[in-house]
């Protein structure tokens, strides 16, 4: 490890905590204040039917998966036709119906785990129009979801509805994603990164031989990757390409950009509550399991290769080095974004735990757009309940009490994602058409299976690299995992939502547990992490715990 | 001549009926794409129908 290493954390974060403020109250104001262009926003609410009218948990999920449904019907039809379709210079031929059912999966639950090589399987408007989409409405739906969540929990006498989904979807594109998008891709340009729609150029290269370049719409579909946390590359090699990640600047504002709408989300949290140190608890928790994993991956990396005795640079771009793969591959996993400018698969066996634990943890720490903080508000349930049992109090959380219905609905959010995972894992480890798709044998291979099933159904899509994913099994397993890991989670999150708004708010008392202050905090990431360890630790101590020790005793896999 | 004629007609027999004949068992023959198009779309509508049902079930819980 380095100082001038740890300098670039440093400075990452103190980027992301200067942004949390301003852009909290920015997103505050377009959520919970009156419309910023009512004109526009009317016409849009009138072409889609609705009035813009508060909904209850159940019409406002209902609105969700019709037009999440709609979505990946949308995208498969264009991924099947795209042959039909203009924009398709290199007349890539229609995607395979297994491998278009994953996509659309994958891009309509903000997962963009990619099974396929994009610049030879996916024209241009299947990229712009079938996937570039996505990542707007899936980023901006899991807004709409932790906003709805935060609503159950901080409104006081307005009933039990929870916001209208509509309205939240349109606010988030309109006046976050789509503006900052704009400008982020600019700049992305004025770096290096490719905006056209040119054909591939043949090009001779020095040593005489032919090279195809693969152009395209890469800046436009950049911005928005990182900023919804969506994390499909354009091209295959995703952030580690140099078109798409041309420079120390572009890598550092790609890492700023994953975290940047996250950890603002906490900051509007605190003012939705009306009280700042509820937002500043959430951020404070994320930052502590921040530093431990960054801290973990760079030690990690920052050792020799076992097998080579040399600095672990495979898989690894020179010119990011070290810090900066182990920065991004920590923040790539903390949130659900999946870019990467590394391979997480050559990474030293503790160095590849660190994401996979994060991603396992349920991306929690920032999270995803959105999903980062419905899912720790989750956890804040378990903690403030925990407390409660472990002192003999009622459990409250900011005025409201958590009774028996919310605790069977959080433990059905904190179940369903290692049932997921595990019985898919557990399933492509023992059949011949699961394991035939393994690069690596052994305990490495497990965790190649165990990082693809977290990560499709953690919606981060982020691949250890090793697995040859494009198969009908592989397509098939991931898509459902992926669908599963967002939309049942996200029901059991919104009936929590519906059940806590309408709750009556009782003025805190003597008996109170204060969910602001650094014990909560603590308790908090205890929660986190012994949720996590519990689950999933007997998976991991067969995968990338067993690799280490048999890497410290010589052998490699 | 034409036993050389009865081979050829019992090979096109042969033929015909291999085409009719359902695929024995043991041996596959792959979906067409339409198919697997259509499985695929009413997979992905059984999926969301089911998470339409989970809603409904969250909503009854005590």
């Known amino acids: 490890m380095t100082a001038i290493g740890w300098a670039q954390i440093g400075l990452f974060f103190l980027v992301v905590l200067a942004l949390t403020r301003p852009l909290g109250a920015y997103m505050f104001r377009v959520f919970e204040g009156p419309p910023l262009l009512p004109r526009l926003e009317r016409a849009a609410f009138r072409l889609c039917g609705t009035a813009g009218e508060e909904q209850s948990w159940a019409a406002y999920t209902i609105a969700l998966l019709a037009f999440s449904l709609f979505g990946v019907l949308v995208t498969y039809a264009i991924e099947r036709l795209q042959l039909r379709l203009p924009f398709n210079p290199q007349h890539l031929a229609a995607v395979e119906p297994a491998l278009a059912f994953n996509t659309a999966a994958s891009f309509s639950t903000n997962t963009n785990w990619q099974s396929y090589t994009p610049e030879t399987t996916m024209g241009y408007l299947t990229q712009m129009a079938g996937l570039a989409w996505h990542n707007f409405t899936s980023a901006a739906a899991g807004i709409g979801v932790a906003l709805a969540l935060a609503r159950g929990f901080t409104r006081k006498g307005r009933g039990a509805t929870v916001g209208n989904f509509w309205a939240d979807l349109l606010r988030a594109i309109l006046y976050v994603l789509l503006p900052v998008s704009f400008f982020y891709a600019l700049f992305l340009v004025s770096q290096g990164v490719l905006q056209n729609l040119a054909p591939y150029r043949e090009l001779t290269t020095l040593e005489g031989v032919k090279q195809t370049l693969a152009m395209g719409p890469v800046a436009s579909q950049e911005a928005i990757k990182m900023l919804g946390t969506n994390g499909g590359g354009f091209f295959n090699a995703n952030s580690a390409h140099p078109f798409e990640n041309p420079t120390p600047l572009t890598n550092f504002v790609q890492l700023v950009s994953i975290f940047a709408i996250p950890s603002a989300l906490t900051w509007t949290y605190g003012r939705m509550a009306g009280n700042q140190r509820q937002g500043w608890a959430l951020f404070a928790a994320m930052a502590v399991l921040f530093f431990a994993g960054v801290t973990a991956t760079y030690a990690a990396e920052s050792r020799d290769n076992p097998a080579l005795h040399a600095p672990n640079l495979e898989g690894k771009e020179t010119r990011f080095g070290i810090a900066g793969s182990a920065l991004f591959a920590t923040v790539t996993t903390d949130a659900s974004c999946g870019a990467v400018n590394a391979m997480h698969d050559s990474f030293n066996p503790l160095g590849g735990l660190v994401p996979l634990v994060n991603i396992q943890l349920g991306e929690v720490i920032f999270g995803g757009v959105g999903a980062g903080l419905y899912g720790m508000l989750v956890f804040v349930l378990l903690a403030v309940f925990i407390a409660g049992l472990m002192v003999g109090r009622t459990p409250e959380y900011l005025g409201k009490k958590i009774e028996a219905r919310e605790m069977k609905l959080a433990m059905l959010y904190v179940l369903v994602f290692p049932l997921v995972i595990l019985s898919l894992a557990a399933w492509a480890a023992v059949v011949p058409y699961g394991t035939s798709s393994l690069a690596n044998a052994g305990p490495h291979g497990l965790t190649e299976i165990l990082y693809a099933f977290s990560s499709g159904a953690g919606n981060n899509g982020s691949a250890f690299a090793g697995l040859n994913a494009n198969t009908p099994f592989w397509n098939v397993a991931l898509g459902i995992d992926m669908l599963a890991g967002r939309f049942l989670m996200i029901v059991p999150a919104l009936a929590i939502a519906g059940s806590m708004a309408g709750k009556k708010v009782i003025p805190a008392g003597p008996g109170t547990f204060p969910t602001d202050g650094a014990l909560f905090v603590a308790l908090l990431v205890s929660v986190v992490v012994i949720v996590g360890a519990l689950t999933f630790f007997p998976a991991l101590s067969l995968g990338p715990l067993a690799e280490h020790f048999a890497g410290a005793a010589g052998k490699v896999f | ?62």
């Open chain 2, 1 to 62: 001549m034409q036993s050389a004629r009865r081979l050829c007609n019992l090979q096109a027999r042969a033929a015909q009926a291999a085409e009719l004949r359902p695929a024995a068992a043991g041996t596959r023959t792959a979906p067409s794409a339409a198919m697997l198009d259509l499985f695929f779309v009413l997979g992905t509508v059984a999926f969301f129908a089911l998470s339409w049902a989970y809603v409904r079930y969250c909503e009854a819980m005590p």
